[in-house]
């Protein structure tokens, strides 16, 4: 199936969840890939700036990352290829942590027309299952902006994601540059917001307060003021 902006909002899981440390905001997505062609692609310089913009580093516990086009570095908690990923996320004087969770599904049982398709294209597995959780603190911007603040920005990166995981040898960053400055991009801007919304009440989050939330954090995605109203 081919990723559209239409697609990525009922491919993807959001879940909204208390941590320790604040609140854990997840994005979960299956993809139709072996897990070290994901792990690849979520960790090889080339690949990953194909899709999600320059980086450099070394994937090793201990070592340090830097994401210059984004003005954000962080440091290798835990390496587990091709499985996990645990790192630190500074960015704007703050610091927050992520985890990365790649898990090998299942194939459903095959009839001979399936297993006549997956030779051809040269597979016989089910997938893998990419899951995002990125842990922020409960602080003021949390109060103000929700999960949606950094959800609706790993939605856009697993939108680019699915695109890359299609066609890995396309030009990316040009087309999903023209997309976030198009209609169609401040659509799937205010969608995935409302995906947010519907995640934040979903944990317990009283209505009106996560829908301000998140009417906000369109707003200043898109450049726009808020209607609270």
Not at 59 to 68: C, K, Q, S, T
Not at 75 to 86: E, G, I, K, N, T
Not at 109 to 136: C, I, N, Q, Y
């Amino acid at each position: 199936m081919t990723a559209t902006p239409e697609t990525q909002l009922t491919e993807v899981t959001r879940t909204v969840s208390p941590a320790k440390a604040g609140n854990t905001v997840s994005l979960a997505q299956t993809f139709p890939v072996d897990p070290e062609e994901l792990w690849s692609a979520l960790t090889i310089g080339d690949h990953l700036t194909a899709w999600f913009g320059r980086a450099s580093g070394e994937v090793a516990e201990g070592g340090r990352f830097e994401l210059p086009d984004m003005e954000t570095r962080g440091s290798l908690l835990a390496v587990d290829a091709p499985h996990r990923l645990l790192l630190t996320w500074e960015s704007g004087g703050s610091t927050s942590e992520m985890e990365l969770l790649v898990t090998p599904v299942e194939a459903a049982p095959a009839t001979t027309a399936d297993t006549d398709a997956d030779a051809s294209h040269g597979g016989t597995g089910g997938g893998s299952r990419f899951e995002l959780r990125h842990t922020v603190p409960a602080d003021a911007h949390w109060a103000t902006f929700g999960p949606a603040a950094v959800g609706c920005g790993w939605d856009a990166a697993l939108y680019a994601l699915a695109l890359h995981l299609e066609d890995p040898s396309a030009e990316l960053m040009d087309r999903l540059g023209r997309f976030a400055g198009s209609p169609a991009g401040a659509e799937f801007t205010r969608a995935t917001a409302d995906a947010w919304f519907e995640a934040h009440v979903a944990s317990g989050s009283d209505k009106k307060p996560a829908r301000k939330a998140s009417v906000r954090t369109a707003a200043f995605y898109l450049g726009e003021e808020p209607n609270l109203s």
